[in-house]
């Protein structure tokens, strides 16, 4: 079955396979006589959509496209199990976004309930106007009743905001997707800012005459970085999963950054969400490893072919990865097991798999026997999940870095924010403590 799996994987991550899903949506288009046209579902109390919502208007400028706005309020707990805790990250991680993409965003809670039901009902009353919808976010994070007030004097009724808004939640889930702040534009999802710059290569190549990128781009501009071993002696804790795609991502980059910087790189394996619990749904699972698929090709990072690890190979490689840390080679070991299942298609079940991985990192048929009998890795991965609620996150990849006292100095969830540990260590960006500890 997993081969099976792995096979479908292949299939749906591959760029013909994206090729032809892109031009059926074009030819489509054509033959109706439509516009290119972008869909944004955004969350009044997603500050990340908030942001989000601030740069479509660059967008519309720049290319000649149709923007179709559709408002949410909530998330299905099928695949946002503590959407408190994602909307509190939220919040945290857009003060830096903010303060590196030039847009405005105040570090503010989450608007309450009451306060975002407001503004959700202003914002339904003219639901093509995209300045009603940055006027009324902005104000609901602001905490600005008055604004709110004004805005209100010909908000739609109770009623009519939940027949629109269960449309809409509707529409998300039958494109495909479960969160606000992203963008659908021909069969293809973009999150937040930090996919514009591959949508904005998408329509780069359907609509001709466009007048040059004049978005930033995700990586902002480049840093003055320091020469290779020249940072303070910091703690780069980098929590991950085998099972996650993502986690293979920035297991490459936070090593690749340790070294540059000489950070001392700390490796927290955790088991994957479905196993502590957690759902991934199968369209949840499908988003992230098209998307995985397509950064990896954007950045020339090795990808396929795949082997879900799931259940006995995600313990063998726990099981392995504790025994070759405490000799000193888990770096190597990380690295070797992330390429085996994300590029190789190997299967972790299999005791050979196992051998070879073993053997690539110095250890041989006896000590892979050993490790595997050794159980001691459950209560490791325990302690690494209990420290990440403590620094407010939940999934992987995740990232904290700390200084010499062991504080926090920035934590980051995903690959993405890389660049925000890197600007930290530098000393580019002020500390920001764990949104836990925000008050």
């Known amino acids: 079955m997993s081969r099976i799996r792995s096979m479908l994987a292949g299939l749906i991550t591959s760029e013909s396979a994206g090729r ?18 972008v869909i944004f579902f955004h969350r009044v109390n997603d500050a990340w959509s908030a942001l989000l919502a601030q740069r479509l208007g660059d967008l519309t400028a720049v290319y000649d496209l149709q923007l179709d706005l559709r408002l949410i309020s909530t998330l299905p707990i099928d695949c946002v199990p503590d959407p408190q805790r994602l909307d509190d990250y939220a919040a945290y991680d857009a003060v830096r976004l903010a303060h590196a993409w030039g847009l405005e965003f105040d570090d503010r809670p989450v608007p309450d309930g009451a306060t975002s039901h407001l503004a959700d009902r202003i914002i339904l009353s003219r639901p093509a106007s995209l300045t009603q919808l940055q006027t009324a976010t902005a104000a609901a994070w602001r905490g600005d009743l008055d604004r709110l007030a004004v805005l209100a004097h010909d908000a739609i009724d109770e009623q009519e905001t939940g027949v629109r808004l269960a449309e809409n939640q509707r529409e998300l889930h039958r494109l495909g997707h479960y969160l606000g702040g992203m963008l659908w534009y021909q069969g293809e999802w973009f999150w937040g800012l930090d996919r514009l710059a591959l949508l904005e290569q998408r329509l780069r190549d359907r609509i001709p005459g466009h007048r040059g990128l004049t978005l930033q781009d995700s990586l902002f501009n480049p840093l003055e970085r320091r020469a290779a071993g020249s940072a303070l002696p910091l703690d780069l804790e980098f929590y991950f999963s085998f099972r996650s795609p993502y986690s293979y991502l920035g297991a490459i980059k936070a090593v690749a ?13 955790l088991l994957p969400m479905v196993s502590r619990g957690i759902p991934v749904p199968g369209h949840k699972l499908r988003y992230i490893i098209r998307d995985v698929a397509r950064i990896a090709r954007a950045e020339g990072i090795a990808f396929g072919p795949i082997r879900d690890p799931l259940g006995k190979g995600v313990e063998n490689c726990l099981a392995l990865f504790h025994y070759a840390e405490e000799r000193g080679a888990g770096r190597e070991f990380l690295l ?8 190789e298609g190997a299967d972790l079940r299999s005791r050979a798999t196992l051998d070879r991985l073993g053997k690539r990192c110095g250890l041989g048929p006896a000590a892979t026997e050993g490790a595997l009998a050794d159980k001691r890795w459950r209560a490791r991965v325990e302690a690494n999940a209990a ?52 008050q």
């Not at 032809?20 to 046209?37: D, I």
Request: aromatic share 6%; glycine share 10%; net charge positive.
């Open 387 to 438: 420290t990440l609620a403590v620094l407010g996150l939940w999934g992987v990849p995740g990232f904290c870095l700390r200084n010499v006292e062991g504080q926090p100095l920035s934590v980051a969830w995903g690959q993405d924010r890389l660049w925000a540990i890197e600007r930290a260590a530098l000393g580019v960006d002020v500390a920001m403590p764990p949104p836990r500890l925000v």
């Open 336 to 343: 070797a097991a992330m390429r085996a299942i994300w590029c």
């Open 257 to 269: 950054l340790a070294d540059r910087l000489g950070l001392n790189l700390q490796l927290r394996p």
């Open 20 to 37: 032809l899903v892109r031009g059926r949506h074009e030819l489509a288009r054509r033959l109706r006589g439509e516009p290119h046209r």
